[in-house]
T-cell receptor, first 114, second 117 residues
Framework: AQTVTQSQPEMSVQEAETVTLSCTYDTSENNYYLFWYKQPPSRQMILVIRQEAYKQQNATENRFSVNFQKAAKSFSLKISDSQLGDTAMYFC???????????FGAGTILRVKS | GAGVSQTPSNKVTEKGKYVELRCDPI?????LYWYRQSLGQGPEFLIY????????DSGLPNDRFFAVRPEGSVSTLKIQRTERGDSAVYLCASSPGTGLEGANVLTFGAGSRLTVL
């Protein structure tokens, strides 16, 4: 079975600064997908970024980028130029290549301070 | 619809009662998922529908939980004889379905918060 571990329960960052959220996972699969989801107080899970394991190039979406280290089974999220609206719970998640279920980590609360 | 809609947003019930939670997915999405999120934890998979059929119900915790999707669109999660431990946010998500670009990109609703007293 796959597991996802987020070792940082809470993080804080000053507005406009950069922060990195950690995620490690365990799987015997060779091909899979990794995701970062954001969950603000409204409860709705919003997809931040997605990475295909067979792609060596790290995914980027505007201020959000990942550092994907397949051998180390590590998938960290970097948020540049942090904004107050980035304050939320962030979840790392895993899905097998032809799977149908996401396996989530326990989440990291990110607080952006002005 | 434009997004995944879930009703009710909040539900308070008494132990032993029956509860139904509704999910209206994005129009045209054939795949529908239910997840349960307990306080302070990540969501946990409950059940997955492809069309009208439950393709994977391995996450349902026991036989008090049941879900249907009779016409391949709206889905209802049904919980019988509710217990205090069922208190959680129940999230629904949909996706375009297998074999398509973005099939593994789930769009979530805002969830239904269930409180069992």
């Amino acid at each position: 079975a796959q597991t996802v571990t987020q070792s940082q329960p809470e993080m804080s960052v000053q507005e406009a600064e950069t922060v990195t959220l950690s995620c490690t996972y365990d799987t015997s699969e060779n091909n899979y997908y990794l995701f970062w989801y954001k969950q603000p107080p409204s409860r709705q899970m919003i997809l931040v970024i997605r990475q295909e394991a067979y792609k060596q190039q790290n995914a980027t979406e505007n201020r959000f980028s990942v550092n994907f280290q397949k051998a180390a089974k590590s998938f960290s999220l970097k948020i540049s130029d942090s904004q107050l609206g980035d304050t939320a719970m962030y979840f790392c998640a895993f899905m097998k290549e032809y799977g149908n279920k996401l396996v989530f980590g326990a989440g990291t609360i990110l607080r952006v301070k002005s | 619809g434009a997004g995944v809609s879930q009703t009710p947003s909040n539900k308070v019930t008494e132990k032993g009662k029956y509860v139904e939670l509704r999910c209206d997915p994005i129009s045209g999405h054939t795949a529908l998922y239910w997840y349960r999120q307990s306080l302070g934890q990540g969501p946990e998979f409950l059940i997955y529908f492809q069309g009208t059929g439950a393709a994977d119900d391995s996450g349902l915790p026991n036989d008090r939980f049941f879900a249907v999707r009779p016409e391949g669109s709206v889905s209802t999660l049904k919980i019988q004889r509710t217990e205090r431990g069922d208190s959680a946010v129940y999230l629904c998500a949909s996706s375009p379905g297998t074999g398509l670009e973005g099939a593994n990109v789930l769009t979530f609703g805002a969830g239904s918060r269930l409180t069992v007293l």
